[in-house]
């Protein structure tokens, strides 16, 4: 009994000693630890939360299973130099002020909620609707959002829920952001932001942005264009100025990246072998063992000295649930094009061929330099140059096999492409029709559509 009971109070002890190194390592790398229960804020969320550092990118355990996997963190970003993300935001509750000093844009929408993952949902809150943050913004903190929770937070801190827009994603392949059936409930109007490949169903009299057709309720956003405005003015620029003066170069130091935190597909594993056909192809993610056992049966292998080779470009795990509400910046996608940087060619294949559902993978890929060798929907071309990026197709990957062949043995051809090719499909005009979310950016034509949509004002 005496040995059961020291191999427990040993047990603990660890655990406790491990918990107290690891407050007192992100305290001494500047983080501020707080624990913010889920519901409306009742205080200022801190702003000196960590920032993102390029060699935390998603998890990667798998890589380094052998200790085997390749450390790729490049040593001018390795040493926590800030990312190029924007300052974090102070999310507060609005001020107890009389709401009569506010003065909204129709009389139908006061105040506005959200509720979800803070990625996507709190930038299109304070992109599209400037002028209610932050007085009139209020950020309801929890990965899942059934909307009688919002309702039920709301009217215990005696904030009126009339005349209130409420933005949430959807529910959507059973991911259950919002709940089913409960969304009638709400008082006021509801904008849905899908980030999904599904074109969830917008309820009648409600609002969606995504994956849609243009209607007079629905309105086609795509991820890349919100993720590209959550980013620095010199970070949009690369993408977004004209011509090819500021276009980003890699350093050709290698030939592949491929990464995926889920996924991990035959047709994503067929295609990582099929290119290491032609050279070495780092693979870092959760796609390391799929790919091992793959390679059992179609016969190539993966390691250090092998054409598959696991790389790892994170060090330390990526908690999805916590992070994705408290911690905006450390999401992998915000540093990934530190990688990109040292490889001729990313593979960016999204997670299925959806139109309208094109993400920020390939953004990730052209601000790293690299080519991107592209699945997914073909949409992809009224955004970006075709003739900038290799289009990996199911029905014709020869095609895509010989394009990459040529540019890997005609390193003039690589140059003309990776040089003299801008990065968006119509320069101007697309960054109006796509991009502009901000007003500084086309206009912010988008911004303005999506706006009088919602407040009923075209």
């Given at each position: 009994?005496?040995?059961?009971?020291?191999?427990?109070?040993?047990?603990?002890?660890?655990?406790?000693?491990?918990?107290?190194?690891?407050?007192?390592?992100?305290?001494?790398?500047?983080?501020?630890?707080?624990?913010?229960?889920?519901?409306?804020?009742?205080?200022?969320?801190?702003?000196?939360?960590?920032?993102?550092?390029?060699c935390?990118?998603?998890?990667?355990?798998?890589?380094?299973?052998?200790?085997?996997?390749?450390?790729?963190?490049?040593?001018?970003?390795?040493?926590?130099?800030?990312?190029?993300?924007?300052?974090?935001?102070?999310?507060?509750?609005?001020?107890?002020?009389?709401?009569?000093?506010?003065?909204?844009?129709v009389?139908?929408?006061?105040?506005i909620?959200?509720?979800?993952?803070?990625?996507?949902?709190?930038?299109?809150?304070?992109?599209?609707?400037?002028?209610?943050?932050?007085?009139?913004?209020?950020?309801?903190?929890?990965?899942?959002?059934?909307?009688?929770?919002?309702?039920?937070?709301a009217?215990?801190?005696?904030?009126?829920?009339?005349?209130?827009?409420?933005?949430?994603?959807?529910?959507?392949?059973?991911?259950?952001?919002?709940?089913?059936?409960?969304?009638?409930?709400?008082?006021?109007?509801?904008?849905?932001v899908?980030?999904?490949?599904?074109?969830?169903?917008?309820?009648?009299?409600?609002?969606?942005?995504?994956?849609?057709?243009?209607?007079?309720?629905?309105?086609?956003?795509?991820?890349?264009s919100?993720?590209?405005?959550?980013?620095?003015?010199?970070?949009?620029?690369?993408?977004?100025?004209?011509?090819?003066?500021?276009?980003p170069?890699?350093?050709?130091?290698?030939?592949?990246?491929?990464?995926?935190?889920?996924?991990?597909?035959?047709?994503?594993l067929?295609?990582?072998?099929?290119?290491?056909?032609?050279?070495?192809?780092?693979?870092?993610?959760?796609?390391?063992?799929?790919?091992?056992?793959r390679?059992?049966?179609?016969?190539?292998?993966?390691?250090?000295?092998?054409?598959?080779?696991?790389?790892?470009?994170?060090?330390?795990?990526?908690?999805?649930?916590?992070?994705?509400?408290?911690?905006?910046?450390?999401?992998?996608?915000?540093?990934?094009?530190?990688?990109?940087?040292?490889?001729?060619?990313?593979?960016?294949?999204?997670?299925?061929?959806?139109?309208?559902?094109?993400?920020?993978?390939?953004?990730?890929?052209?601000?790293?330099?690299?080519?991107?060798?592209?699945?997914?929907?073909?949409?992809?071309?009224?955004?970006?140059?075709?003739?900038?990026?290799?289009y990996?197709?199911?029905?014709?990957?020869?095609?895509?096999?010989?394009?990459?062949?040529?540019?890997?043995?005609?390193?003039?051809?690589?140059?003309?492409?990776?040089?003299?090719?801008?990065?968006?499909?119509?320069?101007?005009?697309?960054?109006?029709?796509?991009?502009?979310?901000?007003?500084?950016?086309g206009?912010?034509?988008?911004?303005?559509?999506?706006?009088?949509?919602?407040?009923?004002?075209?």
């Open positions: 009994m005496e040995s059961t009971f020291s191999r427990i109070t040993l047990a603990m002890l660890v655990v406790i000693a491990w918990t107290v190194f690891v407050v007192v390592r992100l305290a001494s790398d500047g983080t501020n630890i707080e624990i913010i229960s889920s519901g409306l804020m009742p205080k200022i969320m801190t702003a000196s939360v960590a920032r993102a550092n390029p935390r990118i998603g998890s990667d355990e798998e890589s380094s299973e052998d200790g085997g996997a390749v450390d790729l963190c490049p040593e001018s970003t390795a040493d926590g130099k800030e990312s190029l993300m924007v300052p974090h935001p102070v999310w507060k509750n609005p001020s107890e002020d009389d709401e009569s000093s506010f003065v909204p844009p009389r139908s929408i006061r105040r909620f959200t509720c979800g993952i803070v990625a996507w949902l709190i930038p299109a809150s304070q992109l599209i609707f400037t002028e209610y943050y932050p007085d009139r913004l209020y950020v309801f903190h929890a990965i899942k959002c059934p909307v009688d929770r919002v309702m039920i937070r009217r215990e801190s005696n904030i009126p829920l009339v005349d209130s827009l409420l933005i949430v994603r959807p529910t959507i392949g059973g991911m259950g952001f919002v709940g089913v059936g409960n969304e009638t409930d709400f008082p006021g109007k509801i904008l849905y899908n980030t999904e490949n599904d074109a969830f169903p917008i309820p009648s009299g409600q609002f969606g942005l995504g994956p849609y057709d243009d209607t007079n309720h629905t309105m086609r956003l795509y991820l890349a919100l993720y590209l405005n959550t980013l620095h003015d010199d970070m949009k620029s690369l993408i977004l100025s004209p011509g090819t003066a500021h276009k170069k890699n350093t050709k130091r290698h030939f592949a990246l491929f990464v995926a935190s889920h996924h991990c597909t035959e047709f994503r067929n295609a990582v072998i099929e290119l290491s056909r032609i050279d070495v192809v780092h693979v870092a993610g959760k796609c390391v063992r799929p790919l091992r056992e390679c059992q049966v179609v016969g190539c292998r993966v390691g250090p000295d092998e054409r598959i080779v696991p790389v790892t470009v994170t060090r330390r795990p990526f908690d999805r649930i916590t992070e994705n509400i408290h911690d905006l910046w450390n999401q992998s996608f915000w540093t990934l094009h530190e990688y990109y940087r040292e490889y001729r060619f990313a593979m960016v294949f999204e997670n299925s061929k959806f139109d309208g559902y094109v993400t920020e993978k390939i953004v990730n890929a052209f601000l790293g330099g690299s080519v991107p060798i592209y699945f997914g929907t073909k949409d992809v071309f009224t955004i970006f140059n075709r003739r900038a990026m290799i990996w197709d199911k029905e014709s990957i020869g095609d895509a096999m010989d394009s990459i062949r040529r540019l890997e043995e005609d390193e003039g051809a690589y140059d003309e492409v990776l040089m003299n090719e801008p990065i968006l499909a119509n320069g101007a005009q697309t960054v109006e029709d796509v991009f502009s979310l901000n007003v500084s950016h206009g912010g034509k988008l911004r303005e559509r999506i706006r009088r949509m919602v407040f009923g004002l075209r």
